[in-house]
């Protein structure tokens, strides 16, 4: 642990693996759970007043860094309300970056959820940090896996004859082995199927052949016990306007409808895939879905 100043009434301390039980509470829950879990390879730094003797936490900042690599990635960065407008988060942050630059990171990653049209200022704090300005990621709509009856599209989208829906394990080692070759080819890297492999649903991720070729894939996860993500839909470009997609996710869709297990679930498009974007803006909407923004941005040294 090392102190950045103590001659202000806010002082500033770096955190390496363990964070104190006392600053846990301003990280959000997934990173919270992330510390228990992996200590060794997050950095923090924790803001508190000191009053007498004794310090308050007021704020905390949590970085992950990737293993053998100079890249990090911001998780967290809160300031209790009350601090707030004060300048401890760019302090935070500040010293969060600086000890990462002495771990030999150079870039900094950030990603973080929040609507169409970004209102917490979260954008501008990034910015006046020294990061580039958010630019969208992945659109997330979420709401009650119940709302999926209501959608048309659900039970209207038939496949012919030449093209199969299997289960994703059925993949074969070939079909394994071709999709690999095929990555940076007919398959844009950030739609590999094998970059998250083990977070997947391997029974309700289906992977879609024509011909007995595999030419797309939709990949399922299960967040919790009452929450599924509709994570990743791809298919071969020959066949990306003639509607083998939304057969797709119609087909995960029912499939899940079927099992009558969860009660929650969310659907993730690339910002950049703009045909999607506006199928899922027609036809995913309801009152109770909502739509947010996986917003994304980066800091070089």
Request: glycine fraction near 8%.
């Amino acid at each position: 642990m090392s102190q950045v100043s103590d001659s202000q009434p806010v002082v500033v301390q770096v955190f390496h693996g363990a964070v104190p039980i006392a600053f846990l509470r301003f990280a959000n829950p997934e990173t919270r759970f992330l510390l228990q879990q992996h200590p060794s390879s997050f950095v923090a730094a924790g803001a508190f007043r000191v009053e007498g003797t004794v310090g308050e936490p007021v704020g905390l900042a949590v970085a992950r860094q990737e293993e053998g690599s100079s890249v990090a990635h911001l998780l967290s960065v809160f300031v209790k309300e009350s601090e707030r407008r004060q300048g401890i988060g760019r302090r935070l942050l500040g010293t969060l970056e600086s000890s990462l630059r002495g771990k030999g990171i150079r870039t900094v990653l950030v990603e973080y959820l929040e609507q169409a049209e970004p209102s917490s200022g979260m954008d501008a704090y990034l910015i006046d940090c020294g990061y580039g300005r958010p630019m969208p990621g992945i659109l997330v709509w979420s709401g009650p896996v119940e709302i999926m009856r209501s959608y048309s599209f659900i039970d209207r989208v038939p496949l012919p004859d030449s093209f199969e829906m299997a289960a994703w394990t059925t993949l074969t080692q070939a079909e394994r082995m071709f999709i690999h070759q095929g990555v940076g080819d007919w398959v844009p890297p950030s739609f590999s199927p094998f970059e998250d492999e083990d977070s997947i649903d391997p029974e309700r991720s289906l992977v879609l052949r024509y011909l007995g070729e595999v030419v797309g894939w939709m990949l399922v996860e299960s967040f919790d016990e009452q929450t599924v993500l509709f994570k990743t839909m791809f298919v071969h470009r020959r066949f990306q306007r003639i509607g083998r997609g939304i057969a797709l996710i119609a087909q995960a869709c029912r499939r899940v409808l079927n099992e009558k297990r969860y009660t929650h679930g969310y659907f993730f498009v690339e910002a950049d895939n703009q045909d999607m974007v506006r199928f899922m803006n027609r036809h995913l909407y309801h009152p109770e879905v909502v739509c947010e923004v996986l917003w994304r941005t980066a800091k070089k040294y």
